[in-house]
């Protein structure tokens, strides 16, 4: 729908659904900017979080009959 459809529409509706439109596109408004305000991810941010057993790597118990 181009911009000219969409504003004869508009003219179309009686008043009171006229401001709700404006209240929707105030709505759109504040939502488009609380996306644009996401911070950044920094590199290593979650350093010290996970932690990884030093027998990570060693061969399971389970799976001994199969090697």
Do not use: W
């Amino acid at each position: 729908m181009s911009d000219l459809q969409l504003y004869t529409e508009i003219l179309s509706l009686p008043d009171n659904l006229k401001e709700e439109v404006s209240h929707f596109v105030e709505f759109l408004k504040e939502k488009s900017k609380k996306a644009n305000n996401l911070k950044e991810r920094q590199y290593g941010c979650a350093k010290g979080f996970f932690t990884v057993a030093p027998d990570f790597d060693e061969p399971l118990d389970d799976f001994k009959e199969y090697m």
